[in-house]
């Protein structure tokens, strides 16, 4: 079993809808978690972090997070044909390093 | 411009040469990390140092190697043993602060190298 689960896509959505990526994670241990968005071509760029159970709000996002179900999902609400990108989802197994998904890949139709 | 810095932005290999890929940071942050990322793939951890001479091998090491002399520097060589090199390399640091193992570690990663075999 994969430590970082992510379904590869395509997800595609229409301009305005939310856009729902998930991610499930295998470490119990595991205390944080990122989201990372990537261009064709380009670095990850980090654009949600969140350590708590619940939900964190950061303008058009929202990461959730359920250690007991381990899975932490990315809500973007209003979604725009910018946001396409692929999704990098990544946990903090210890020892300091990250572990990542293989990412979902965003489409967003004008 | 605080930043993670990568060169060159393009690497092109001969066979059984060794090529060095840069990777500096002047975010005074403590950690550094070396990923390989092939096409339609995740990243996957070649080599990270938590601090200056002292680095530890990731999943996929073999044929690759690193120096920690500066703490704002962190090269890594491609060897000739590693047979199939072809991929986007990134270098990502973070700040290691308090909290253990299990810290927040935020990575932060430079624009890569992209390395190809002539």
Known sequence: QKEVEQNSG????????IA??????????????????????????????????GDKEDGRFTAQLNKASQYVSLLIRDSQPSDSATYLCAVNTGFQKLVFGTGTRLLVSP | DGGITQSPKYLFRKEGQNVTLSCEQNLNHDAMYW???????GLRLIYYSQIVNDFQKGDIAEGYSVSREKKESFPLTVTSAQKNPTAFYLCASSNLGSGGPLAKNIQYFGAGTRLSVL
Do not use: H
């Open chain 2, 35 to 41: 990923y390989r990322q092939d096409p339609g793939q």
């Open chain 1, 10 to 17: 395509p997800l595609s959505v229409p301009e305005g809808a």
């Open chain 1, 20 to 53: 729902s990526l998930n991610c499930t994670y295998s470490d119990r241990v595991s205390q944080s978690f990122f989201w990372y968005r990537q261009y064709s071509g380009k670095s990850p760029e980090l654009i949600m972090s969140i350590y708590s159970n």
